[in-house]
């Protein structure tokens, strides 16, 4: 075919990411590159550059876009080939250049494999098809969102997967992953004990395999937005709603609210040094309220550790403590805890037995959870119409929604649980405090201060010294500890033949 020498083409092909992983987008840029060079050949035109990028056109500021117009103004070229016209623009302020310059006759032509759009097309017919771009951009975002709008209400999270949780195509929603489902509560578990930091949480999820994808640990942003996920506990929040998740939850409402304590709490901790190995720091209280601190200290022509109060809120007149005084108190308060391994059967024997003897139990448990169930579910649509019908506001209906949808869930968790255990709720946390108290008695305390300080931090609550004394009480659930022991003839000063100081004043700890 004859060639018209003073039409110089540009040829421009785009895809709408960079995204390496989307391999439909990666493929159209060779496909639209083909087509155009195709043309070329077949209708022998000048092609003087063919320009490929990487950039939605949903919005104005493509770089090579806009140095190809402006080339075209300085005459490099003066016409476009492109696959279709959408390839050019689908937002009105690129159209509009566009536009005017084919009006112009700057552009003297742009062409696409199925027709040709000159000077007299830049009215009515090229906004048309400028129309139907941005159209299709308005209406597919308005489809997109409808879309998980839709598949929130059902109870699917259509967002990307959090750590623990694995996309089931079949059933469309996330479920828990068989590899990495029990990281998530083991690590929450971890920082509501109140011994780790952010950073430290970050290094602990590196070692379980939790890492960036460039393979470095997370930052503190991000190990923050996974510890306030509230993804775990089976409610979704999208574009500031908040909806029910229909999959099932990896950490317990409970263990997440005691989380978000302890980041309140070291939302602004203080600079500690490194270096000091202090086992029992942050562990106490002083009997003012502060925190008890740790230093060396010279005497008797050694060097001591001693525990102090920081006096953060105020003047205290409480003494300094030597660090082998506070470890022999905690050893005074534990060893009664520890239980051998044929009371620890005696115990088990007694609570598998009634375990046993449950099962009407259960059965009413079940349907009490249920008839529980249904006012719950009766007052949030309640609370959804009184939204729709303008009766309340926005930010009292999301506070609202999201108090009943906790209490829902927790209700739920209860009820799967019932079903799953085939035991009442006070079975599962018994036992686990028998193994505690079993592992407690193995445990050879006069080497390691670090495990002394752990366990004191697991059974004991309001933990304090006051006037060189350390007292405890027993936390959840050990505080039922001497009714358990009492159900096998056991109490908690006698039951263990490896306790000794049986005549020593024991710390104040007390169920």
Same mark, same amino acid.
């Given at each position: ?84 016209? %959408? ?305 309340? %506001? ?106 000794? %100081? ?10």
């Amino acid at each position: 075919m004859f060639m018209t020498p003073h039409i110089k083409y540009f040829g421009y092909v785009r895809k709408s990411t960079d995204d390496k992983k989307n391999k439909r987008q990666v493929l159209s840029l060779p496909t639209q590159s083909r087509g155009i060079r195709e043309l070329c050949d077949q209708e022998n035109l000048s092609l003087i550059e063919l320009i490929e990028e990487a950039k939605t056109a949903k919005q104005p500021g493509r770089p090579l876009f806009n140095a190809m117009l402006t080339r075209i103004e300085r005459g490099e070229a003066n016409s476009i080939l492109v696959a279709d016209i %959408d390839r050019l623009y689908r937002n009105p302020f690129d159209e509009g250049r566009v536009r005017w310059m084919l009006q112009q006759n700057i552009i003297a032509s742009i062409r696409t494999p199925t027709r040709t759009y000159t000077p007299e097309d830049a009215g009515l017919l090229i906004a048309v098809e400028g129309g139907r771009a941005t159209d299709f951009i308005i209406h597919h975002k308005r489809r997109v969102a409808n879309g998980i709008e839709e598949k929130l209400l059902r109870g699917e999270w259509p967002g990307q997967k959090p750590v623990g949780y694995v996309y089931d195509s079949r059933l469309r929603n996330i479920v828990p992953d068989l590899k990495r489902a029990k990281i998530v509560p083991a690590v929450f578990e971890e920082y509501a004990g109140g011994r780790h930091g952010l950073m430290s949480i970050s290094a602990r999820l590196f070692e379980l395999g939790v890492k960036t994808r460039s393979g470095r640990p997370w930052s503190k942003w991000a190990v923050r937005y996974f510890l306030t996920n509230r993804l775990y506990i089976g409610i979704m929040e999208w574009d500031g709603k908040t909806y029910e998740g229909k999959y099932k939850p990896l950490v317990s409402p409970e263990l997440f609210n005691a989380v978000q304590k302890v980041l309140k709490i070291k939302c602004k901790p203080r600079r500690v040094r490194n270096g000091h190995n202090f086992p029992f720091c942050g562990l106490f209280r002083c009997s003012c309220g502060s925190m008890m601190t740790a230093q060396w200290a010279k005497g008797n022509g050694g060097l001591y550790r001693y525990y102090r109060c920081t006096k953060k809120t105020g003047v205290c007149s409480e003494p300094y403590v030597a660090e082998a005084k506070v470890t022999e108190q905690c050893l005074v308060a534990l060893r009664p805890l520890a239980l051998s391994e044929g009371e620890a059967s005696a115990v088990r024997a007694v609570v598998d037995e009634k375990a046993r003897n449950e099962s009407q139990y259960l059965e009413g448990a079940v349907k009490a959870l249920e008839k529980r169930l249904v006012p719950l579910q009766e007052k949030l649509d309640r609370l959804t119409h009184g939204y729709l019908d303008q009766l309340i %506001d926005e930010d009292s209906y999301r506070s609202a929604k999201d108090e009943i949808l906790i209490e829902k869930n927790a209700l739920k968790r209860e009820k799967e649980r019932l079903h799953r255990t085939g035991a009442s709720p006070w079975i599962e946390p018994t036992r686990e405090v028998i193994n505690t108290l079993e592992t407690l008695g193995k445990t050879d305390f006069s080497k390691t201060l670090p495990e002394i300080s752990k366990q004191v931090q697991k059974i004991g609550t309001n933990r304090l010294i006051s006037r060189k004394t350390v007292s405890f009480s027993l936390s959840e659930p050990y505080d039922f500890l001497p009714s358990l022991l009492a159900s096998v003839g056991l109490t908690a000063s006698t039951s263990s033949p490896s306790r000794s %100081d049986e005549n020593s004043q024991s710390p104040k700890w007390c169920a």
